[in-house]
Structure formats: C-alpha cells, structure tokens
C-alpha cells in the first residue's frame, strides 16, 4: 500500500485497540481494489471520544468504525443515526459526508449475512434461541425478530432480569414474540426443544478461556439444530466442539466479522470489497 497526499483515511476506535483485526481486513480490501485509502487504529480514552467525532469533520476523515468501550458513546455526538443503530443502540461505523455524520449499526448485517451464507439459512427457523443478553445480543435479537419468517426469539441468560429487560425492549420494537429466561439446564432444555436456530452472544470459550462453554447439558442439542457463535477467537470454540460432537451443525463468529466488516466499507466507499481476503487477512493473524 502506497500512502499518498490524496490517500482518504479509515480507521478505528476503541480502548483497547492494538488486538483489533480491522485494519488487516480492510486494508486487504484496499490493496485488493487498489483504491486509494488506508485504514488505521486509534486508541481513544473515553472523555476524548467527543473530540475524536469532532475532529472526523475537522480532517476530513471518511469513516470511523467504532468498538468497545465507545459504541453507545459515539451517538450523541453524530448528526443522524440510521434505523438498526437506533433499535440497538450502538453505533459501530460512522460515515462523514461532508461534514455530515451518519451512525450505522453493521453488525445486524454481519451476522444475518453469515447465517444466510455460510450456515446456509436462507430461511430462518420460526423459533430461535440467544445465548446472552449483552450487547451483542440486542443486534442478534433484533436481526432475527426483523425476520418475518420468525415467530419466536428465546432469550438464555444467567441474570434473568437482564433478559427480561432486553427482550420487553425487543418485542415493543420487532412486534415478535421475545421471551426471557434463566441459563439453566431446565430452561435451555425446553428452548432448544423447540428451536432451530442457536446464536451464542456471551464471551464464553473466548480466548484466552477457550476450554469453557455456555452449554450447561449437551443433551439438549440435536442434530438438525444449528449453532452460530459469535466469538472467533478462537475460530473453533468449546461450545461449536459440544455441537459438533452431537452431530449438528455449528459456525463460528469469523464470517459475522468479516460480513459487518464489508458492509461498513461498502458505506463509505460505495464498492463492495472483496470478503475472500478480508477473512483470509483475519486468518493470517491467528497462524
């Protein structure tokens, strides 16, 4: 990649930001399209967060895609939020056109596309399970009761009341049936009775834990219930082994990264980038 005078500037935000696997995404994609942009990480505390949105405008800074901690902190200081961003509340890209700054919530796209594409769900079942009630969860919940094929979204998590909060706010704005209830084994039995879709959203059997699960009886799992988790690192979690070992099928977070990864750069560059070696830069990092 060649950096010229002319180059528009990418990048991220987050705190911490030096394990972000941003930059190598979508500077493959640049290099790949070779146009001329470069994509980079900034470090932001979060009372310089303000200053940073400000200063998109001041340097004319294309787009910024934003992580933790700084996702629900960004909105406040952008000009308009798009619809996803709004029923999730966060924001994870920000497009500058022109002094005007737009939030866009990509990860509604990301893990719908890769349960489309690479699960191979074209269509969703009518009943599916989350695991979690964080923020991933709400982008989850509200990409699948967006669905008209789907009836019914159970809500799995340890403190009950959080998946209540979450799934009272997730009916009143999909109009589908959300239900709540605890990450136990009677109620994770009874949901994936039912379910033909699971979507994990906690953080466990992330690295550097990997050997851990959210799965308390693997008993309930069947072999034509699917399982997407969004953690990729690592690439192959506890949880997708459980399934595996049932006999059903299981997909890991990489392709939700990767498909939230393009849409953002499909926003700010009006070109759908090349995804292939978005996910092979991603992989490059782990080996």
Known sequence: MKIKATSQVLGVIGDPIAHSFSPDMHNAAIDALGIDFCYVAFRVKSEGVGAVVKGLREFGILGLNVTIPHKLAVMEHVDQISEEAL?????????NEDGNLTGHNTDVYGVTTAIERVAGLTTFPETCVVL??????????????RRDEVRKVMILNRTFSRAEALAVDMEKITGKSIVPAALDQASERAAFGDAGLVVNTTSVGMHPN??????IDTDSIRPDLVLYDTVFNPIETAIMQQFKEKGAPAYGGLDMLVFQ??????????TEPPTDLMKQAVVGRFS
């Open 261 to 270: 990864g393009a849409r953002s750069f499909e926003i700010w560059t009006g």
């Open 210 to 215: 990997t050997e851990h699960s959210p799965i």
């Open 132 to 145: 979690g009630a964080g923020g991933a969860s709400r982008a989850v919940t509200y990409a699948l009761g």
């Open 87 to 95: 029923a999730v509340g966060a924001v994870n890209t920000i497009h």
